[in-house]
């Protein structure tokens, strides 16, 4: 049976790209428009209307021109209220989308930004069971975020969302599909345990060495910092002044991580192993360098040095 | 394609604002049910209203079992026991309301709402079975209000406004939804016929009766609905000629005057002869349940789906359970059977034996005096009421079995029923034929809308007596009495035994007021089915049918909806006054040749035109400059500068000169 529906799915999209248009992902920004905006009756708007029937055969019945206005009166309210629902739908932009990192297995954080010209109430935004709903501020934007399950590493297209509405009445609920074209990378999962890398057991002559003289980091600048520390370049492409730590000793020498070290396994468990070394070697604050085929990343240090090592690694083949 | 909202959707309480709107709704609605419900289930229901509401607010969730069940089971009794049944309008509305407020104990999710919500707009409909005025419509809709401000406050909003502006936006949606309303209640086809029985009246329709003895209008009199609205052709007659017959009664049984026994199935109306200057109007009936239909004096034809009895009176084929408007002419001078056949005048002459010996006493009397000279019994009889100390009062002693002698030799006081009844039977029992009519005396003529309201409390009885070369003459001994009753109305009659919400200024405001119940009545609760196929013929559709409505409707409603459509579609462009100027320059190069490409960008277009037209190289130039400046330079372009750039496209000159 589900093979068969999804044999019409795919039919259906293939011979009505049209009426499909939204099952293809579509770039930023995303601008609800009458095409795309679906409508129906709520569950409590066929009730409602069964009452409205109900109500005016009553009111003919009893040849009741009073309660029959009546019913005509909320008979049109609802139709009006389809409308509202449309409207409160229609022009709504989804602006972008900003993903933080996660490995895969863990839940990801996406920020979708919304933007519109006027005030949109009640959008609920559906990313498996709970939804939520958008709270415009003063200027029109509105940004909603959400958690997206991950089971493996890699390039992932984003989730098919659903963004919906039953404002004012809910009566009526008109729902839009969103499948934003960029896509978000999971990083592999680090393996639980075992062997350190190569070459990891030094002797500690490297610390006494380097105590003091190399740059370890860079943190926030604070007050009594001598002026020569503060890494200027850095500085300029933050908000704050950024020092160089040069107080932390080096504690550890460099590793070099290489996926060719890495013998007797196959490729997803490489890349674990490799993805524990690198955090290792960043919960460490080491020094490393990552060899992987076709890849080569310098030595370096520091949570950008590790989101492109983890970002490397959740690329490979 | 989309999938129902999943249960867990449903399952989160409602908000304190949602119950809180939920409250006013259901109180909104008791209070519309108040005027026909016992007032002691008013106010146990309300107590319940007001005690969930406090109970909710000490501590969230809904009422247990064991106290919902009894207090289901105690409504149930309760209706049962004091309607005697739970069927029918009157215990079905008092038990819809009481488990609509019993419905609020365990309201605690949004599905619970949204059915306390639909249950409260079908019990406002229901309020609307029993009171159709104006001003109970106007009531209920304004119900409709906190119902859609309940449902609004469902949805999650972010912005709380306080509980009174919640109830804007439902205003806005009512008023935008009122053309549409409006549409389809002159459209949507009316039934001819009900589908299944109508409800009974809940209680007797106060109204004329087919009988009548001394007493019995006493519940009409004091009751200030409308009864009929005339509007005459030319000018309304004197106040003293506005006499509106409806039954003729000749059956007299000692006790009660009866139609029914009379002859009114009897052959061919009477025709009156010599009718003299004749009066068109028509006249608007308020429901009656019956079949007469009240006539201005002497009728001279019937309306359709209605014929002229014996003795002119007019009754319906069906009985009058609508409003309904007929037409007719009317002769206030005539002579009305002059001659008396032996039959009618030994039924006019009629009188149980054994009842009222004092009363054909003193008729027997005036025969000895008067000899044959009719007329002048008359004249004794009125000169009787005249002088003989009789007062006239709405709450007269209780009569004994003998009701007539009573009245004319001890009480001496009645109304309108007691002088008609005692006049007759004097009448008759010196030998002079009568009979009693009642219908409608008197109005209120409303000058601004042109018509006579006659009231419930305008009912009347007088005679009519046959007298020799004159026919049957109208005589009423009320005014003998009391003068005012015939020229100054009912209210006027009774005097300061008016109660003080009868008031005089309280009924002049009334009778003002009527013209709007007359519109009301006319416009909306008499737009029946017979109306609704005349709808069209302005228009060139005679017979407007079923099918011809249900296009219509159709059309109209498909235009109600192309309109909304573009108020949903219509997307507010924000006024950019930067923009609106280079467009008006674009439109200048355009007419001098140069025209924007799509993807073309001001900087690239405004150095091409300068290459075109190299007369004006400078002030392109220019205008670019500053173009660039303003666009690109601010977030938002400040406004002066905005000015001088528009001043300055302005007064580019856009049609090449020729040199």
Known sequence: MRGFLQRIQTLAERRLPALTRHRRPESLPIELHRKRIYIVPSGFGIGFSALLLVMMVGALNYANNTALLLTCLLGAASAASMLATFRNMHGLRLLHVQAEHAIAGATLELTLVFESSRIHQAIRLDLGDPSTALAFDVDGTASVKLQM?????????????????????????????????????????????????????DDTRHMRLHRGDELAALRDYRAGDPQRHIAWKASARHLNLLVKDFEQPQSQPQWQLDWRQVKGLDNESRIARLARWVDEAQAQRRTYSLWLPGHEIAGNSGPLHHAYCMSALAQLP | MSPPPSKKNLAP????????????????????????????????????????????????????RWLKLPALALLTLTVTVCYGTIFGREPGTALAVGLLILKLLETETVRDVRAGISFACFALMAALLSDQTMLATIAVALGLLPALATLRALEP??????????????????????????????????????????????????????????????????????????????????????????????????????????????????????????????????????????????????????????????????????QINYQLRSALQYRLQPVLDDRSRQLALRLPAGFNPRTRTLAGQWRQRYGNDDAAIVRAALSLFHDGGFRYTLAPAPLGRDAMDDFLFDTHEGFCEHYSSAFTILMRSAGVPARVVTGYQGGFWNQLGGYLLVRNSDAHAWSEVWLAGRGWVRVDPTAAVRPERVTLGAAAAAGDQQTWYRGEWIQALQNRWDIVNRWWDQGVIGFNALRQRGLLTPFGIDDADTKTLGVLLAIGGVLFIAVGLAWALARRQRRDALHTAMRELEAKLARRGVKRRRNE???????????????????????????????????????????????MVRDFRGVGVVK
Request: a positive charge; aromatic letters at 10%.
């Open chain 2, 601 to 647: 960008g001001p900087k690239h277009y405004l150095s091409r035109a300068a290459r075109a037209l190299p007369d004006q190289r400078e002030e392109l130039a220019t205008l670019m400059h500053h173009y660039l400046e303003l666009r690109y330079a601010h977030a938002e372009p400040p406004t002066e500068p905005v000015q001088i750039f528009r001043r």
């Open chain 2, 157 to 322: 909003t972010q912005t709380r406004v306080p509980i009174g502006r919640a109830l804007l936006p439902g205003m806005l949606l009512l008023t935008a939804a009122l053309p549409l309303a409006l549409l389809g209640f002159l459209l949507v086809p009316r039934l001819s016929t009900p589908l299944w029985g109508t409800p009974s009246p809940g209680e007797a329709s106060t109204g004329l009766s087919d009988s009548m003895s001394p007493g019995d209008f006493i519940d009409l009199l004091t009751d200030d609905h409308p009864a009929m609205r005339v509007s005459f052709d030319g000018l309304p007659p004197r106040p003293d000629l506005r006499y509106f017959r409806a039954y003729v009664m000749w059956n007299y049984d000692g006790r009660n005057w009866r139609y029914a026994g009379g002859r009114q199935n009897s052959g061919e109306p009477a025709a009156p002869v010599e009718a003299g200057a004749s009066i068109g109007y028509s006249i608007s009936l308020m429901p009656t349940r019956q079949h007469v239909l009240p006539t201005l004096d002497m009728p001279l034809g019937a309306p359709a789906q209605a014929n002229l009895r014996i003795d002119r009176e007019l009754f319906a084929d069906k009985p009058v359970n609508e």
């Open chain 1, 149 to 201: 399950p991950t089971t493996a590493r890699g390039w992932h297209a984003m989730p098919r969302m659903r963004l919906w509405s039953s404002w004012p009445l809910g009566l009526f609920r008109a729902w839009s599909w969103l499948r934003p074209d960029p896509r978000v990378l999971v990083w592999p999962r680090p393996e639980l345990a075992g062997p350190a890398p190569l070459g990891a057991s």
């Open chain 2, 13 to 64: 309480p409602i908000s304190d604002r949602t119950f809180d709107l939920l409250g006013i709704t259901m109180l909104f609605v008791l209070g519309l049910h108040a005027t026909h419900l016992p007032w002691w289930l008013c106010a146990a229901l309300a107590i319940t209203l007001g005690w969930r509401w406090w109970q909710r607010r000490q501590r969230s969730g809904s009422v247990p």
